[in-house]
């Protein structure tokens, strides 16, 4: 019997191997999950920003700067990515990282069942642009949600979805991630009044 794809949970036990001693830099995670895997080199921060890890001072900032430089060369098609020295040396306490990971193994899990290939025209070219315009819209608010509690980890679960719908090349969530990040900015708004 073969053994069902675990894409969402590869990246966790990547992440989680390559945190080794007291903190690890963005570079080294980046590294692991290979410069090529552009929606593997989104889901990881985005999955980072839902965790509780979020609550970190500057981590939502910088977890949307790495995910806007990502997805901009995705929209201009490059083939391998490039994040500035400023973002690759920030470095992550591991026990932090450790921690979030372990916490994010469940709606890893539950995200694993629900996708699958469906809907593929949607994560293609011509109209992949939509929802790669979104996320990059999403990450350059992020380091703005800074000031609102809660704003940031919603951005992370909308990238999230995102991703993984680019990931495992499934329409239906990118649909679902395009709806969220509709109705996102009046979740925000009612958490800042």
């Known amino acids: 019997m073969k053994t069902p794809a675990r894409p969402l949970n590869d990246v966790l036990d990547a992440l989680?191997?390559?945190a080794e001693g007291d903190a690890v830099s963005v570079e080294v995670l980046i590294e692991t999950l290979g410069r090529r895997s552009f929606p593997t080199l989104v889901l990881a921060p985005s999955l980072i920003a839902v965790?509780?890890?979020?609550g970190i001072p500057g981590l939502s900032s910088t977890?949307?700067?790495?995910?806007?430089?990502?997805?901009?060369?995705?929209?201009?098609?490059?083939?391998?990515a490039w994040l500035p020295g400023?973002?690759?040396?920030?470095?992550?306490?591991?026990?932090?990282?450790?921690r979030a990971l372990n916490w994010l193994r469940r709606p890893v899990g539950f995200l694993e069942r629900l996708a699958r290939p469906r809907l593929v025209a949607l994560v293609s070219q011509p109209l992949v642009i939509l929802p790669l315009m979104t996320m990059l819209a999403i990450s350059l608010a992020m380091p703005l949600m800074e000031l609102v509690p809660m704003s940031a980890t919603i951005a992370g679960a909308i990238l999230t979805i995102f991703a993984v719908g680019l990931l495992v090349?499934?329409?239906?969530?990118?649909?679902?991630?395009?709806?969220?990040?509709?109705?996102?900015?009046?979740?925000?708004?009612?958490?800042a009044t």
């Open 51 to 54: 965790s509780p890890a979020s």
């Open 16 to 18: 989680a191997i390559a």
């Open 169 to 191: 090349r499934d329409g239906v969530l990118v649909i679902l991630a395009l709806a969220l990040s509709a109705i996102a900015p009046l979740v925000v708004w009612h958490l």
């Open 86 to 98: 400023f973002i690759t040396k920030r470095r992550i306490a591991t026990t932090r990282l450790h």
């Open 63 to 80: 977890i949307g700067l790495v995910v806007a430089t990502i997805t901009a060369q995705m929209l201009l098609g490059r083939t391998r």
